[in-house]
């Protein structure tokens, strides 16, 4: 018996070691070269060529040019001769649903800042994709957006007295998002007991404005300015806007359309005014300018769409969309002449020195989860950006409306997210979809490898 049990000591002992070892010996280092591309960073600097970009652990540890300082022995080295890098972009207006998260990646897209959903929904969407339980951008969550009454969706919060809008914030504080969301029955008058309670609480407001309008909706202190909504009532001073909201369907039609009406200079006006106030415009050109186009039917093969699942209600549900508003020809037709003056705000905006973010509203009707945020870079070209403006309006603005300084730039110790193209997009925003490669926290993903776990 103790011959015995002396020997099995003598095997267990080296074990126990080894297994309290690991436990104390730090992980090891998972460095990433990446070797010779032109580098776009994402703060608006012209492009850096033969880039070396070293990763470690998730975080970029060096950025040099190659051959500049020795690649570390333990790199897996990959080589980009010929690609470009951008950091991994952020979508500044999503509805993130489960079947998307995949898809936002196959895209480029890292991050995405979620603006409505059910709260219990979103917020356990948002743990899984956080903790990397499935394959998906990091995200942030409003949770369900706070409306006035009744609320136009029903999972929406609705508040009708100043004390019912501090109850709102701070139960949505409870909760755990990342920032408000409002919509457009909110009026200043629930507005201001709002932001005052939300600051207490550290939370930023982003605003879908309706009932009240932009100017007011930024000098009172939100973040952020979704669609350019309000804009319209702010440079008419039009009443028959705010009243149009109690409505949400005949607001938005008024305010679509409202924008044919505006003359060039009150546009100029209004975006200057509202650059001072430092608010963020997410202008989501994407869904104006599907707006004007719902009655093309070419829309529903575009590319892209072989992404989106048939089940996916929230993209292909345009039929139902036009039952409920009745849109017709006559309606299409003006919201086509509003584009002209919608581009003219962006341009003036940034002209102002105003900070635009780029959001795409999918998964709402036709916008596609990842693809949606690359039109939009398109056609804030097509208004007047350049394409690293674009690219920056796409990553460095929505890591600052999140308060996220390790996102949205390819710097030294930030995340290592980015995205790995095929031609350079510098020279032409569409080279943007032309993606070879993404890396979430460090790791790289082949978009066909996962393209081929839906197909
Ligand atoms: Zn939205």
Redesign the pocket.
């Given at each position: 018996m103790t011959v015995g049990r002396r020997h099995v000591g003598a095997i267990l002992l080296p074990l126990l070691l080894l297994v309290g070892c690991s436990k104390l010996l730090p992980p090891k280092d998972q460095v990433t070269a990446l070797e010779g591309a032109t580098l776009i960073d994402g703060a608006g600097g012209p492009p850096n060529q033969d880039a070396l970009i070293i990763i470690r652990n998730g975080h970029i540890e060096t950025i040099a040019r190659v051959n500049d300082i020795p690649v570390p022995r333990s790199a897996e080295r990959i080589n980009l001769a010929g690609k470009t890098v951008i950091p991994g972009l952020i979508d500044a207006?999503?509805?993130v649903e489960r079947w998307a998260a995949a898809r936002y990646i196959a895209w480029g897209v890292t991050t995405v800042r979620d603006?409505?959903g059910g709260t219990d929904t979103v917020l356990a969407l948002r743990k899984d994709m956080n903790l990397g339980s499935i394959v998906g951008p990091r995200m942030f969550s409003a949770g369900a957006m706070i409306d006035g009454v009744p609320p136009t969706y029903p999972n929406a919060t609705g508040i009708a007295s100043a004390d019912q809008a501090r109850r709102a914030v701070d139960q949505h504080a409870v909760a755990g998002v990342d920032y408000l969301k409002i919509y457009t029955k909110v009026t200043p008058a629930l507005l201001r007991p709002l932001l005052d309670e939300a600051d207490k609480l550290r939370l930023p407001v982003a605003a879908?404005l309706g009932k009240t309008d932009a100017l007011t909706a930024a000098r009172a202190g939100v973040v952020s300015i979704?669609?350019m909504s309000g804009v319209v009532q702010a440079a008419t001073g039009d009443p028959k806007y705010a009243s149009a909201h109690d409505n949400f369907l005949a607001g938005w039609t008024a305010e679509e359309k409202g924008w044919a009406g505006l003359d060039s200079a009150a546009v100029a006006r209004t975006a200057r005014a509202l650059a001072q106030t430092k608010v963020t415009i997410v202008p989501?050109l994407v869904?104006h300018d599907m707006l004007a186009r719902l009655d093309n039917p070419i829309l529903l093969t575009r590319p892209g769409m072989e992404d989106v699942p048939e089940s996916a209600q929230s993209v292909r549900s345009v039929p139902s969309l036009l039952r409920r508003t009745g849109w017709r020809a006559a309606d299409f037709d003006a919201f086509r002449r509003s584009r002209r003056r919608e581009d003219q705000f962006v341009r003036e905006y940034r002209r102002a020195g105003g900070s635009i973010a780029a959001g795409s509203?999918a998964a709402?009707q036709l916008l596609i989860p990842g693809y949606s945020l690359h039109e939009e870079m398109s056609l804030l070209v097509a208004a007047g950006l350049t394409p690293l403006e674009a690219i920056t309006a796409a990553t460095r603005r929505g890591a600052q409306l999140l308060h996220a300084d390790s996102l949205g730039m390819i710097a030294q110790g930030k995340v290592a997210d980015l995205v790995v193209l095929n031609a350079n997009p510098a020279g032409g925003i569409g080279a943007t979809r032309n993606i070879a490669m993404v890396m979430i926290r460090g790791r790289m993903i082949r978009p066909d490898s996962l393209r081929s776990t839906w197909k």
């Amino acid at each position: 018996m103790t011959v015995g049990r002396r020997h099995v000591g003598a095997i267990l002992l080296p074990l126990l070691l080894l297994v309290g070892c690991s436990k104390l010996l730090p992980p090891k280092d998972q460095v990433t070269a990446l070797e010779g591309a032109t580098l776009i960073d994402g703060a608006g600097g012209p492009p850096n060529q033969d880039a070396l970009i070293i990763i470690r652990n998730g975080h970029i540890e060096t950025i040099a040019r190659v051959n500049d300082i020795p690649v570390p022995r333990s790199a897996e080295r990959i080589n980009l001769a010929g690609k470009t890098v951008i950091p991994g972009l952020i979508d500044a207006h999503a509805h993130v649903e489960r079947w998307a998260a995949a898809r936002y990646i196959a895209w480029g897209v890292t991050t995405v800042r979620d603006l409505h959903g059910g709260t219990d929904t979103v917020l356990a969407l948002r743990k899984d994709m956080n903790l990397g339980s499935i394959v998906g951008p990091r995200m942030f969550s409003a949770g369900a957006m706070i409306d006035g009454v009744p609320p136009t969706y029903p999972n929406a919060t609705g508040i009708a007295s100043a004390d019912q809008a501090r109850r709102a914030v701070d139960q949505h504080a409870v909760a755990g998002v990342d920032y408000l969301k409002i919509y457009t029955k909110v009026t200043p008058a629930l507005l201001r007991p709002l932001l005052d309670e939300a600051d207490k609480l550290r939370l930023p407001v982003a605003a879908h404005l309706g009932k009240t309008d932009a100017l007011t909706a930024a000098r009172a202190g939100v973040v952020s300015i979704e669609h350019m909504s309000g804009v319209v009532q702010a440079a008419t001073g039009d009443p028959k806007y705010a009243s149009a909201h109690d409505n949400f369907l005949a607001g938005w039609t008024a305010e679509e359309k409202g924008w044919a009406g505006l003359d060039s200079a009150a546009v100029a006006r209004t975006a200057r005014a509202l650059a001072q106030t430092k608010v963020t415009i997410v202008p989501t050109l994407v869904v104006h300018d599907m707006l004007a186009r719902l009655d093309n039917p070419i829309l529903l093969t575009r590319p892209g769409m072989e992404d989106v699942p048939e089940s996916a209600q929230s993209v292909r549900s345009v039929p139902s969309l036009l039952r409920r508003t009745g849109w017709r020809a006559a309606d299409f037709d003006a919201f086509r002449r509003s584009r002209r003056r919608e581009d003219q705000f962006v341009r003036e905006y940034r002209r102002a020195g105003g900070s635009i973010a780029a959001g795409s509203d999918a998964a709402n009707q036709l916008l596609i989860p990842g693809y949606s945020l690359h039109e939009e870079m398109s056609l804030l070209v097509a208004a007047g950006l350049t394409p690293l403006e674009a690219i920056t309006a796409a990553t460095r603005r929505g890591a600052q409306l999140l308060h996220a300084d390790s996102l949205g730039m390819i710097a030294q110790g930030k995340v290592a997210d980015l995205v790995v193209l095929n031609a350079n997009p510098a020279g032409g925003i569409g080279a943007t979809r032309n993606i070879a490669m993404v890396m979430i926290r460090g790791r790289m993903i082949r978009p066909d490898s996962l393209r081929s776990t839906w197909k």
